[in-house]
């Protein structure tokens, strides 16, 4: 049974939340801002619009999470005083507490995503390393671990590019991801991901470790500049393979773009290359392509401006195994982030998309 100092605790979290996150004023600008929308001419500048719209959403965001904190933080003190009536059980006070506390460890967390970039969407790349159809089946499963992420918490996936394996699994694959706050949850999946397990690809049934690394940056908009000298740009056109009908390998829809620029962070000659096969209209390639060459510039420049932070940081982090941030051994029961510390023995449940508290060690760790 919880005590009266543990019900005080949250009660003041959510005080502070209240607080910190200026909810009061966010009700008054929320209720600005939707007027701007019931303008007749609202959606004669489309883009202007959708910007307002995600303004509008955003600010939602904010109120219907301290709604819920403030709800659940009320039902708990019902349920204290309920109990003491005889009216709920001990069990129930306890369960309100620990939904209640969830609720607040949620905002508290969100809270702490106050960079710009956070709030946008995400693009993740997961590329496997060298190991043939291991490594590529190891690639494919952490495909599938953050797309069943990205279900249940109701984010948008499209994917960008794939390209399959010669026998099981996948070489590559891009996707996008949009929802609340995507990029800055996703942001702690960035580095080499680490699987040790008996390998059914294995005749002698040997103990294997496989690699895949996985990048993650944000998705830009045009309301974001981002200079691109278009003399650093040049295309390779070919045909799309995999799902997509009779246009399989009969129409170069797909698009591969090179950009050669000078990197912020190395002062030294790089190239950038990113494949498209999202349509089967070329033109829509290219220009999706482009968005991701934008949103890899962008992340260039974010990692230039914290680079002071960075050193820091990376004081802090263990590394081990090179850069790999973390391991999934299946024999052991044990999936490892080597960054936090944290660790589950539940590892079926982490492939099926529950590394929320992966997630939410590496930000209370890392903040910044």
């Not at 800055?184 to 690699?211: D, I």
């Not at 263990?318 to 944290?342: A, C, L, M, P």
Request: aromatic share 8%; net charge negative.
């Amino acid at each position: 049974m919880i005590t009266i100092e543990q019900l005080k605790d949250l009660q003041n979290r959510e005080a502070n939340l209240r607080r910190y996150l200026a909810i009061d004023e966010k009700q008054m600008q929320l209720e600005e801002e939707e007027l701007h929308t019931q303008a007749p001419d609202f959606w004669d500048d489309p883009k202007a619009a959708e910007a307002q719209m995600r303004k509008v959403k955003q600010l939602k965001s904010w109120i219907e999470g301290y709604d819920g904190v403030r709800k659940a933080v009320e039902e708990l003190q019902l349920a204290f005083d309920f109990f003491h009536d005889e009216i709920v059980t001990e069990e129930e006070v306890d369960q309100a507490f620990a939904h209640a506390t969830r609720e607040v460890e949620d905002l508290e967390m969100k809270n702490m995503l106050s960079h710009e970039e956070d709030q946008m969407p995400a693009v993740l790349k997961i590329v496997a390393g060298a190991g043939g159809t291991e490594a590529q089946d190891w690639a494919d499963m952490l495909f599938r671990m953050y797309m069943r992420y990205c279900e249940k918490h109701g984010y948008k996936t499209e994917i960008s590019n794939l390209q399959e394996g010669e026998e099981a699994g996948i070489k590559t694959v891009t996707f996008k991801v949009e929802g609340d706050m995507a990029y800055g949850y996703l942001k702690s999946e960035n580095g080499v991901h680490r699987l040790v397990r008996v390998s059914p690809y294995n005749a002698q049934g040997k103990r294997m470790t496989s690699f895949s690394s996985v990048f993650v940056v944000p998705l830009i908009d045009d309301s974001i500049e981002i200079e691109v000298n278009p003399a650093g740009i040049s295309w390779d056109t070919f045909r799309s393979s995999g799902a997509g009908g009779q246009n399989v390998n009969k129409v170069e829809s797909g698009v591969r773009l090179h950009y050669k620029f000078k990197n912020p962070l190395t002062g030294l000659d790089d190239e950038i290359v990113i494949e498209n096969t999202e349509t089967r209209d070329q033109p829509k390639n290219r220009e999706n392509a482009l968005r991701l060459l934008r949103s890899q510039l962008y992340e260039l420049e974010l990692e230039k401006r914290r680079q002071a932070q960075a050193k820091v940081e990376a004081g802090k982090k263990k590394i081990e195994w090179g850069s790999q941030i973390r391991s999934y051994v299946f024999d052991d029961r044990r999936v490892k982030d080597h960054r936090t510390n944290y660790q589950t023995s539940n590892v079926g449940a982490v492939m099926d998309g529950d590394i929320d508290e992966f997630i939410k060690a590496y930000l209370m760790e890392f903040p910044d």
